[in-house]
């Protein structure tokens, strides 16, 4: 462009060339004003260092060898009074009412008698299911990493519970609060997995008195059915109402042999099983009374009430808590 525009003054050499050489650098540096700022290449990073994440190896079922930056913040991580100076609408469609806090400071926390944990939050990060791998004649049971289906509503939130202590340790019950969530996962061949993510009656354990980092604390819970008594099958069939039988096959269902095949699929059944949770502190604000960590959890998949073998869920996350 500089070039035709200069082709009507050819009587000054010296000028013509000045302005090409300002024109060269007045488009080097336009150029560069659209080049990806620093913080770009930082979330690319960042993006990086997650899919890493997603992609490693789980090894063990209660293993607490997370090392702190595997399940580390992300980078525009928000803190607990940061979060409660936005408004509904600054908060609505951010993502941000599905993630846990974080917690600044390495300080201590020891709970005094009647003290509570509240506002917990248990935000999972990863999950694995449980499957059998065959490899040269043999099959063995490996945690596959799948992929979460649901959408940003598989956090729990305003978890609360009483602490005591228990020869010195503290001990952990919980009573309340958005214990549970409805979700699914899916395996890398497809096949999807749903379970109830929750810590209902959990009551862990502490190895010792006094919230710092390192503190770790575990216990088991209890994992309602994923479907409530109310729920209908396709062909009708529920646990308190609904058919009793698939109507269209009548003949399948008479006590005689024929009706071996579907006596899980007619009679429905609230399964209620057992989970654990392996908790660990790693960060605590004295100020502010908060305390901060990574958990690893594993808890059996929906029976479909009671027509399907569960398989065995791996979840890996952060969670955060208030002492009261």
Same mark, same amino acid.
């Given at each position: 462009?500089?070039?035709?525009?200069?082709?009507?003054?050819?009587?000054?050499?010296?000028?013509?060339?000045?302005?090409?050489?300002?024109?060269?650098?007045?488009?080097?540096?336009?150029?560069?004003?659209?080049?990806?700022?620093?913080?770009?290449?930082?979330?690319?990073?960042?993006?990086?260092?997650?899919?890493?994440?997603?992609?490693? #190896?789980?090894?063990?079922?209660?293993?607490?060898?997370?090392?702190?930056?595997?399940?580390?913040?992300?980078?525009?991580?928000?803190?607990?009074?940061?979060?409660?100076?936005?408004?509904?609408?600054?908060?609505?469609?951010?993502?941000?009412?599905?993630?846990?806090?974080?917690?600044?400071?390495?300080?201590?926390?020891?709970?005094?008698?009647?003290?509570?944990?509240?506002?917990?939050?248990?935000?999972?990060?990863?999950?694995?299911?449980?499957?059998?791998?065959?490899?040269?004649?043999?099959?063995?049971?490996?945690? #596959?990493?799948?992929?979460?289906?649901?959408?940003?509503?598989?956090?729990?939130?305003?978890?609360?519970?009483?602490?005591?202590?228990?020869?010195?340790?503290i001990v952990f019950s919980e009573?309340?609060?958005?214990?549970?969530?409805?979700?699914?996962?899916?395996?890398?061949?497809?096949?999807?997995?749903?379970?109830?993510?929750?810590?209902?009656?959990?009551?862990?354990?502490?190895?010792?008195?006094?919230?710092?980092p390192g503190f770790?604390?575990?216990?088991?819970?209890?994992?309602?059915?994923?479907?409530?008594?109310?729920?209908?099958?396709?062909?009708?069939?529920?646990?308190?109402?609904?058919?009793?039988?698939?109507?269209?096959?009548?003949?399948?269902?008479?006590?005689?042999?024929?009706?071996?095949?579907?006596?899980?699929?007619?009679?429905?059944?609230?399964?209620?099983?057992?989970?654990?949770?392996?908790?660990?502190?790693?960060? #605590?604000?004295?100020?502010?009374?908060?305390?901060?960590?990574?958990?690893?959890?594993?808890?059996?998949?929906?029976?479909?009430?009671?027509?399907?073998?569960?398989?065995?869920?791996?979840?890996?996350?952060?969670?955060?808590?208030?002492?009261?």
């Amino acid at each position: 462009f500089a070039c035709v525009a200069l082709q009507p003054f050819k009587r000054n050499n010296l000028s013509t060339m000045k302005f090409a050489a300002f024109a060269a650098l007045a488009l080097a540096t336009s150029t560069s004003a659209f080049a990806p700022p620093k913080s770009a290449r930082a979330t690319t990073q960042l993006a990086g260092a997650k899919e890493d994440f997603g992609k490693s #190896v789980l090894a063990g079922a209660f293993a607490l060898t997370l090392a702190g930056g595997v399940l580390a913040q992300p980078a525009d991580a928000i803190t607990k009074s940061e979060l409660n100076e936005l408004s509904y609408l600054q908060v609505k469609g951010t993502g941000l009412a599905n993630r846990c806090p974080e917690v600044v400071g390495e300080g201590s926390i020891t709970p005094k008698s009647g003290s509570k944990l509240v506002d917990m939050c248990i935000e999972p990060k990863a999950w694995a299911v449980e499957e059998e791998i065959g490899k040269g004649g043999k099959t063995e049971k490996k945690f #596959v990493n799948s992929k979460v289906m649901t959408r940003q509503t598989y956090t729990l939130d305003g978890v609360e519970g009483v602490l005591s202590t228990d020869g010195g340790k503290i001990v952990f019950s919980e009573k309340e609060g958005i214990d549970y969530a409805a979700t699914t996962v899916q395996l890398p061949g497809g096949e999807r997995v749903p379970f109830l993510f929750t810590v209902k009656d959990l009551v862990a354990t502490g190895n010792g008195g006094t919230f710092k980092p390192g503190f770790q604390m575990g216990g088991d819970f209890s994992t309602p059915s994923y479907r409530t008594g109310l729920f209908l099958d396709p062909k009708g069939r529920g646990g308190t109402t609904g058919y009793d039988m698939a109507v269209a096959l009548p003949g399948l269902q008479s006590g005689e042999e024929g009706d071996d095949e579907l006596f899980n699929e007619n009679n429905k059944v609230f399964d209620v099983t057992q989970g654990r949770i392996e908790m660990e502190v790693n960060k #605590v604000n004295t100020d502010e009374s908060e305390i901060g960590g990574v958990f690893v959890a594993t808890s059996l998949s929906d029976t479909d009430m009671g027509s399907k073998v569960p398989k065995k869920v791996l979840t890996k996350g952060i969670f955060f808590a208030h002492v009261e």
